[in-house]
């Protein structure tokens, strides 16, 4: 089993429309919790880390559960632009080396 | 990705060929890393330093090498490449308050 598991997606989403997706990891001792946005050929970007209480960004709404062992992604009201991979990230407790999930494709269609 | 540059963007080897990706910054921070991305496993921790003069492995660091001379410079060798090596090759630097700041990429190709 993957550390940290992503459902690979497309996500097909009408533009205006609103999307979530979710990121579950398997190390219940991990501190860290990231959302990082990929557009294709080009470089991971953080996006939002995501903190225990849940947070938002603008249209971006970030939550975790511990319990469950999973965070969340929402986006509300997406933008063409908003079509990327988003990754999740997962820093253990020691240490500051990150844990990636595989990416969740995003896809938004006028 | 300001402030993380890596060279080259783009390499083609043959197979037994060795090579040094460049990674540099001007942040003046500690923490750096390589990892690799291969479609459907994500980015692939290979090899990181907490500080110059101090290295470790990651989660992938058969045939690879690193140093850290510097706080500037994390260079990442590939003694011997192998077809497996092809992937493309990112450099990390931690940003306390920004998290990790990812350099703009080297696309490999072993032939």
């Known amino acids: 089993r993957k550390e940290v598991e992503q459902d690979p997606g497309p996500f097909n989403v009408p533009e205006g429309a609103t999307v979530a997706f979710n990121c579950t990891y398997s190390n219940s001792a991990s501190q860290s919790f990231f959302w990082y946005r990929q557009d294709c050929r080009k470089e991971p970007k953080l996006l939002m880390s995501?903190?225990?209480s849940g947070n938002e960004d603008g249209r971006f709404t970030a939550q975790l559960n511990r319990a469950s062992q999973y965070i969340s992604l929402l986006i509300r009201d997406s933008k063409l632009s908003d079509s990327a991979t988003y990754l999740c990230v997962v820093n253990k407790a020691a240490g500051n080396k990150l844990t990636f999930g595989g990416g969740t494709r995003v896809l938004v269609k006028p | 990705n300001a402030g993380v540059t890596q060279t080259p963007k783009f390499q083609v080897l043959k197979t037994g060929q060795s090579m040094t990706l460049q990674c540099a910054q001007d942040?003046?921070?500690?923490?750096m890393s390589w990892y690799r991305q291969d479609p459907g496993m994500g980015l692939r921790l290979i090899h990181y330093?907490?500080?110059?003069?101090?290295?470790d492995q990651g989660e992938v660091p058969n045939g690879y090498n690193v140093s850290r001379s510097t706080t500037e410079d994390f260079p990442l060798r590939l003694l011997s490449a192998a077809p497996s090596q092809t992937s493309v090759y990112f450099c990390?630097?931690?940003?306390?308050?920004?998290?990790?700041?990812f350099g703009s990429g080297t696309r490999l190709t072993v032939v």
């Open positions: 330093s907490v500080g110059a003069g101090i290295t």
């Open positions: 990390a630097v931690k940003r306390t308050g920004y998290g990790y700041t």
């Open positions: 995501v903190y225990s």
């Open positions: 942040m003046n921070h500690e923490y």
